[in-house]
């Protein structure tokens, strides 16, 4: 039986070739055509806010267009939900709570804050008091054991807390795109979307996975306008900044680049010895004076092999029934596996480098020569030359300039630490901070 097509029909059959079979099925077909307003707005019919917030952030501009390639006058677009939502399943939360899926151990109380960390702890707490207000998307970015999953946790529990009914989804970039997999598989996406789209804060850990990956990037791409054309919080972590991602596409960039980036540094030896103290009276073990200054002092890299230290030895003296004591601790950590790191990559050593010198990172990269740039420059390049394998070619490129120019920089470096003790010693603690020095420290 032929019907004939209305304007709406020819409106999605012109835009369907360009969409995959299932989201056609999910998100275009459900929608109605309702009318025509007189200042030329084309008024649609969603079955629900899911449909009406996909489709207008992701097929608004299209139906448009498409509605005048068919001769249509149409200005402007409004999509509306069929029917209001039941409040019900939102009340139902305030008298049965859910138990909130976040560590309970990863909270803001638990998590100490040092001049390495303060900006991502402030940040973090921004988004909390307001949610896709304060800085959207937020992105975290440090090497390993540096506390961003701790971040992401505090965010969810502490929003959990606030608001139970709150839609608060953690996942890994990883299981992110598993369960994209088997959503293909099981011909389930149209769930997948309404699990991540209908988030009201989305946090993102690990981003750095889905590099090369070139169909979980598309779906994330998707996943976030839709969350950010609502309004909605996302917060991303990740292992290097969006810009050295292998893999990472442009607009996946650009995007993340929207909000505000901020980078967690190593540890400094304060920070250290605050956590140490802090995680020693959680564990209700007394750490002598010597042993937490040994520890701080002969651990660089990370946060997590501090706690992995402090709980082998609570353990050791538990099962002893002694006292920690410098002994043990030698041993602990003189027994430590060492894998060499690969160092702390060019991009690290700019960041650290600002941040020590409080010049903008991208002043770097800029044509600036003056002296509060380009100081802080050289000294960026002499430690890329001594901390990395790139060439002197390489460094220029991602400083923007000629590889003679490095070559100036770094030798002009050499003479000013000779000559300026103040300005040697900040520049070995900033190269100890990039760099531990594990190998000298554990053949003690
Ligand atoms: P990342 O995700 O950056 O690899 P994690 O968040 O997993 O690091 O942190 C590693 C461990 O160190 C966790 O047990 C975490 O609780 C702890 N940790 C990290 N940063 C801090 C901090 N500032 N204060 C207290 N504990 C921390
Ligand atoms: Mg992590």
């Not at 590889?403 to 100036?408: E, K, N, P």
Request: hydrophobic share 40%; aromatic share 6%.
């Amino acid at each position: 039986m032929a019907t004939k097509m209305t304007k709406w029909n020819r409106i999605q059959a012109t835009i369907r070739p360009t969409m995959s079979k299932e989201s056609y099925r999910n998100w275009l077909a459900p929608v109605r055509f309702s009318h025509v307003a007189a200042d030329k707005r084309l008024h649609l019919v969603a079955p629900n806010s899911d449909v009406q917030g996909w489709v207008e952030s992701e097929l608004g501009s299209a139906i448009v267009n498409a509605a005048r390639t068919i001769g249509m006058d149409i200005r402007s677009l409004a999509i509306e939900t069929e029917a209001p939502e039941p409040r019900l399943v939102q009340r139902s939360f305030e008298f049965d709570p859910k138990p909130s899926p976040f560590n309970p151990k990863y909270r803001f109380e638990r998590f100490v804050v040092g001049a390495c960390n303060e900006f991502a702890h402030a940040a973090a707490q921004a988004v909390v008091t307001r949610p896709g207000q304060a800085y959207n998307p937020l992105y975290l970015y440090s090497g390993v054991g540096m506390g961003k999953t701790h971040l992401l946790h505090a965010i969810g529990n502490s929003l959990h807390r606030s608001d139970p009914s709150m839609r608060v989804t953690y996942i890994s970039a990883e299981e992110f795109m598993n369960e994209m997999i088997k959503s293909i598989r099981f011909n389930n996406m149209r769930s997948f979307h309404q699990r991540f789209r209908t988030a009201d804060v989305l946090l993102v850990d690990d981003i750095q996975i889905i590099g090369s990956k070139e169909r979980t990037q598309e779906e994330f791409f998707h996943t976030f306008n839709a969350l950010h054309n609502r309004g909605k919080q996302i917060v991303i972590s990740s292992d290097s900044d969006p810009e050295a991602i292998p893999g990472l596409v442009g607009r996946l960039k650009s995007r993340f680049s929207w909000g505000l980036m901020v980078d967690m540094l190593p540890p400094d030896l304060e920070t250290k010895m605050a956590i140490l103290d802090r995680k020693s009276e959680e564990a209700g073990v007394l750490l002598p004076e010597d042993v937490r200054s040994y520890i701080a002092t002969h651990l660089h890299s990370n946060i997590r092999e501090l706690e992995g230290v402090l709980n082998t030895l609570i353990a050791r003296a538990q099962f002893i029934n002694r006292q920690i004591t410098l002994n043990m601790v030698r041993n602990v950590v003189g027994g430590l596996p060492r894998p060499q790191p690969d160092g702390p990559g060019i991009d690290r050593i700019k960041h650290a480098v600002a941040t020590e010198f409080k010049v903008p990172v991208a002043q770097l990269d800029a044509r600036n020569n003056t002296r509060e740039v380009s100081g802080p420059r050289q000294i960026a390049m002499y430690l890329c030359k001594q901390l990395t394998n790139a060439s002197l070619s390489e460094i220029g490129r991602s400083f923007k300039k000629h590889h003679t120019t490095v070559m100036h920089g770094i030798r002009k470096t050499e003479e000013n630490l000779t000559a300026d003790e103040k300005l040697r010693v900040r520049v070995d603690d900033l190269r100890a901070r990039l760099d531990p020095p594990h190998s000298s420290a554990y053949q003690q």
